[in-house]
Structure formats: structure tokens, C-alpha cells
């Protein structure tokens, strides 16, 4: 490895209540089960070992994703394999919900870790950021809707964090800024990194929002034509990336009073019709309103805040306000700089000094 | 401000008076049996309420659902009568099953309710046939079997999700997770940790909700039994939850953490959640809740009194109804 080692610790978020939600019943989402879960945190481990990351912090859970780790790192030092760096867990209590992601965040911040990886998709990955401070994310695909978490191997993930926190890409290639929306209902303040989608319908129930006739609005900070999930709606009318320091909003109508449906990929497995209104473009830092005055927001597809009349409202979007690694750009660095490269003699040696294979 | 729910007013005063009265009645049992008034062994299903009730607002009498030895809620629920359970408890010859049941056999078969069940995990190849007799039958009747952590990992419960899977059967399998089975953590007897999995081992799709929330479960129970009523199979719903009482009265809970029933009481309490979420969303008032909190009380003293003055069944009814001449 080359240049100079900064910080040792990397947070790891796998929380398994993520991805659970009733989008598994009306759209076929995916149900990544628990063991694969536990894998996916393994190939992260040996890309963060080997760029020298010396200690991983680990989100406590009882829903099995501990027990495999565990197991699988005492039978590979027992075989004499020592891919792994050492691993602690966050001592915290386990309530089985996301609040243990956003209470981890909190930790692994205060804890000073280069960055967090967190598995999940757009919510779990919005969780974290709302309790992890400045510390940087990286997402690993694996939530209901993925667009914020760009699809890649988590193996390569591990190796692009690694070797970000450890100093060896230089801060503007390992890290980008990301804009968010903050939406606020009085007192109480929620965050979206992809969406927020305002429902006509003051009612939270299963969280997940699937059902599309009560749909009013759509502010988003990014959407890809190819993206998935209501961010997907800006993305096939007015495409937006991540860096462009603004925002789109679509009014939505129902499909029998617009001149306009679009059949758009609002879940894995759901091609709904939207009624488009008009879409419009939104400013960093200032305050817009709904179209209703009574319903609901889902942030990143999951509703969670109600309001009416009486409340107080506001959605804002936010530019450079969370960092998260550049996987790509940490990579190509990597490649340019020879920075996974080294003599075959050294490497030997190395290897043999840490006793692995 | 309008009621924003997805149930008219009375739909949610009958969800709040079922929920009400499942908790009035076990926090009633609690007291009478450590009293030593009520023979045999009561398991109470105070705290897991929004579960039964969630999911049994959606279902008709011609759906059949089988229960547990954690049963009275689900009983309840279903729209068993009250006074009739409660002296069955007391084993009365008033009582659901004529006094002969006591509390771990309610059944109420005009009610769709096939029985509570003292063997764990027996009530699922139950609902298997109940919801093969529907699709028979041609009627969009589903069955849903109730379970704990613990009795998921019986060989009945395994076997009935392949049998429901392959046959396709309108069957919802509620696993309810309090996180203990008996005395024993889900985080040591359940092998995959995920009930979740496991349905997709079988095939069948499976979620998570929070069982605290009636809400929660009103919502995803109505678009499971929608799918299963529609023909798309059956599919499995764990419900996190808490129960306020051991596992059986008498039980000392020593494993639980300290001061874990009082955070229980006091932040995952599905009444006091529903409560919360109706009042302030103008749905409902106080005033409302409250008289129902009051006829609730009247009727559970009621039937206490009345169970206690009961008969008890006489000694010649023994083998009365307990063998079936097909």
C-alpha cells in the first residue's frame, strides 16, 4: 500500500429490519435474506483490510447478521486466514427498528470513523445521514428502492472506502457532495436524499407508499432515466444528476384529469400510471409549499410525516450537504496510481508478516 | 380536521373497543388468577393486541383462524362472546365449550374460530385444510393461523407453509414475535433469525410490521387477505411485539432485562399509540375512548360475576362432545 495511513476506523450499518416492508406483497420487491446479508459485510471487511483498515465498528442486531460474521471470522482465523480487520460492536441496545441505524450513525460519528457503509437502500441510506453528522456514507445496493446506493459489488465498495479513509485518494477524488431535501412541519424536521413524494392523505399506516391515485407533488434532488422508484418520474420527464446544484418538482394529478400519463417504475416489480402536471425546477435554500394543505410526506418512499391546515410546512433542498465516497473515482485513482500494486517480494512479505494466505 | 384513516369512525370505535376489551379482560385474569379463583393455566395476550384486532377487522365469519395457548385475544378479536370466554376460564358449564375446554381450547365455529390450541404450531395445518375446503368450495374465504417465535420452528408450522405454498392456499401465517419463547430469546432458538426468510424458502412472499401499530398491521393485513381472497397464495406477516405479562401467569420473568416492562408499558403500548394517533388526528376524541374504556369495564365485571355464579358442568356431561360420529 502507498502513501500515508490517516484513520483506521470504518462504521458498517447492516440493520436486518431494512428492506422488510410490504412492497415485498404489492410489487415483488426483493428480500435479501439474512445470510447473504452477513456475506455481503464479509466482502467488505476484506476490501477494507487490505487497504488498511485496521478496525471495523458493526451496528448490533439479534436478527442473525452478528451470529454469521462472527462464526465465519473464528473459523477463518482458526484455518490461519486473517482477511478481516478487527471487528467491535457499537455497545448500544437493539430495538429492532430503524432507530438503531440512526443511533449507530450517531455512535460511529462520535467514535470518529472515516466513513460508514451502510446497507440498505434509499431509506436505510437516509436514516444514517440523519445521524451521522458530516462522517461520510458509502451505500451498498440492497433496500426495495436503490437508487440513491449505486449496484456494485461490495467487495470493491470495501476497497474504494478503504482507501479513501486511509488517506491514499486525496480528498477531491474520494469524496462527493450530495444535495438533500429537508421538509419541515412545525417543529419537527425529516430529510430525503432522492424524493418526497406528497400524498394527499393524512394517514402513515404501513409506511411504504405504493398506492399512486393520491399522489400530489414530487421534489427530488436527482432522477436517472434509469432510476427506480419515484425519483424515476423526473428521470423520464427531465432527467436531473446528482452534482447540478438544484432540484426538479412535478405536480401530479389524477391520470383521469391529465393530458399527460406516464407509466414510470415507482417500485421494483410496479409501473403505475402518473398523471404529470407541471415540472418545474427548485431552488437551493428556499421554502416551497404542497399543492394540498392536507396529507401526508413520504420521504424516500416511506411516509412519515403528516400535516394540515393548522401546520406550519416546508420543503427545502440542500446542496453539498453530505458527503459520500466516490467509489468510481476512488478506483480509477487507484488504477491510475498503481495504488493496489506493488512488488511481488513485498507483497510476499507482507502477506507472510500478518500470517494469512 | 376529518378523520384521514382508511376506516369510517365506527369502524375505528369497534377497533379501539376490541383491543380495549382483550386488554381489560386479561389485565381482569391477571388479578383473578393469582387470587386462585381460575383452575389450570391462563397465558395473557396483554400488549400484543394490534395484532389480532388489525388483522380480524378484515375478516368475515366464513374466514376461519386458528390461535394458540396464547388465545383470548385472538377469540375476542373474532368476535367470540365475552362472557361466554369468561366463563369457559372459569370452567363453567355456561362457558364457549361448555367448561370443558378452559382457557387454551376456546373455539367458536360460527365465528370462524377453529380453536385456541395448547400444542404449539398445531394450528396451522388447520387453517391448511379450512383454506383448502374455501378454494373447494369456491367461496374467497381465507384461514389464518397465529403463532409465537417459538412455535415457528415446529415441524407443523414448516411443513403446512410448503403444503400452503404448493397448493396455493388463501392462508396468512402470522408470526407473532414478543421475543421470547416461553423464557427463551429469539436471539438462541430461532436458527435464521428471520421468519422472513423462511417464507422465501417456500416460495411465498413475507414482511415484518410493527405489531405495536395498529395501523400497521390494519394496512398490510388488508392487502395480504385482498391477495389471498383474489387467489395469490398465501403469505407469511411477522408481527414485533411486546407482551406485558410472562409467558404464563406465575411466571417470574427473570429473563427479561431490568425495567423492560415498564419501557414496554410506556412506549409500546398499542392502546396508548392508538389512542395517540386518533386524538390528534381529529379522528376521535378522549370523550369517545373513554366511554368505551367504561362500558368495557362494565362488561368484563359482568362477566366475571357471572362466571363465578355459573354452574359448573355436571359430572354426567363428561364425554359429552368430546368424540365426533362422522
Known sequence: ?357 | MSNPFPLEKGQLLEAYRRMKTIREFEERLHVDFARGDIPGFVHLYAGEEASGVGIMMHLEDQDRIASTHRGHGHCIAKGVDVKGMMAEIYGKATGSCAGKGGSMHIADLSKGMMGANGILGAGAPLVCGAALAAQKLGHDGVGVTFFGDGASNQGTVLESMNLAAIWNLPVLFIVENNGYAEATSVDYAVASDSFVDRAAGFGMPGITVDGTDFFAVYEAAGEIIKRAREGAGPTLMECKMVRFFGHFEGDAQTYRAPGENEENRANKDCLKIFRAKVTEAGALSDADLDAIDSEVMKLIEEAVEEAKAAPLPAPEELTNDVYVSY
Open chain 1, 1 to 357: 500500500m502507498k502513501g500515508t495511513l490517516q484513520v483506521t476506523k470504518v462504521g458498517i450499518i447492516a440493520n436486518p429490519v431494512s428492506a422488510r416492508d410490504i412492497r415485498r406483497i404489492v410489487s415483488h420487491a426483493g428480500n435479501l435474506p439474512i445470510n447473504d446479508r452477513a456475506n455481503i459485510v464479509l466482502r467488505i471487511l476484506t476490501g477494507l483490510c487490505i487497504t488498511g483498515v485496521e478496525e471495523v465498528l458493526v451496528m448490533p442486531e439479534t436478527g442473525g447478521i452478528r451470529a454469521q460474521l462472527l462464526r465465519t471470522i473464528e473459523r477463518e482465523s482458526k484455518m490461519g486466514k486473517f482477511r478481516f480487520p478487527k471487528v467491535t460492536y457499537l455497545k448500544m441496545p437493539v430495538t429492532g427498528t430503524a432507530e438503531d441505524s440512526v443511533e449507530a450513525a450517531r455512535q460511529m460519528h462520535d467514535q470518529g470513523v472515516g466513513a460508514i457503509v451502510v446497507l440498505g437502500g434509499d431509506g436505510t441510506s437516509r436514516v444514517v445521514v440523519s445521524g451521522c453528522g458530516n462522517t461520510p456514507i458509502a451505500g451498498v445496493s440492497t433496500g426495495t428502492n436503490n437508487a440513491f446506493p449505486e449496484l456494485r459489488e461490495p467487495t470493491v465498495t470495501g476497497l474504494a472506502v478503504g482507501l479513501a479513509v486511509t488517506g491514499q485518494v486525496p480528498f477531491k477524488y474520494a469524496f462527493s457532495f450530495n444535495k438533500r431535501l429537508e421538509v419541515t412541519v412545525n417543529d419537527k424536521r425529516e430529510i430525503a436524499l432522492v424524493d418526497v413524494a406528497v400524498v394527499a392523505e393524512r394517514y402513515i399506516g404501513a409506511r411504504a407508499i405504493w398506492k399512486t391515485d393520491n399522489f400530489r407533488d414530487l421534489f427530488v434532488t436527482f432522477g436517472r432515466p434509469d432510476g427506480i422508484g419515484m425519483s424515476s418520474i423526473i428521470g423520464l420527464l427531465a432527467p436531473l444528476d446528482r452534482e447540478t446544484p438544484e432540484g426538479r418538482r412535478v405536480r401530479l394529478i389524477p391520470v383521469d384529469q391529465a393530458d399527460h400519463v406516464l407509466a414510470a417504475p415507482i417500485a421494483p416489480g410496479l409501473i403505475e400510471d402518473i398523471g404529470i402536471g407541471s415540472v418545474e425546477t427548485i431552488e437551493p435554500n428556499q421554502i416551497y409549499q404542497p399543492s394540498v394543505s392536507v396529507g401526508s410526506f413520504a420521504l424516500d418512499g416511506e411516509r412519515e410525516l403528516t400535516f394540515s391546515e393548522v401546520d406550519a410546512v416546508g420543503i427545502r433542498l440542500q446542496t453539498d450537504a453530505f458527503r459520500t465516497i466516490n467509489v468510481l473515482d476512488c478506483m480509477a485513482y487507484a488504477a491510475k496510481h498503481g495504488l493496489l500494486t506493488s512488488k511481488a517480494n513485498n507483497r510476499l512479505a507482507q502477506l507472510s508478516k500478518k500470517g494469512g494466505t
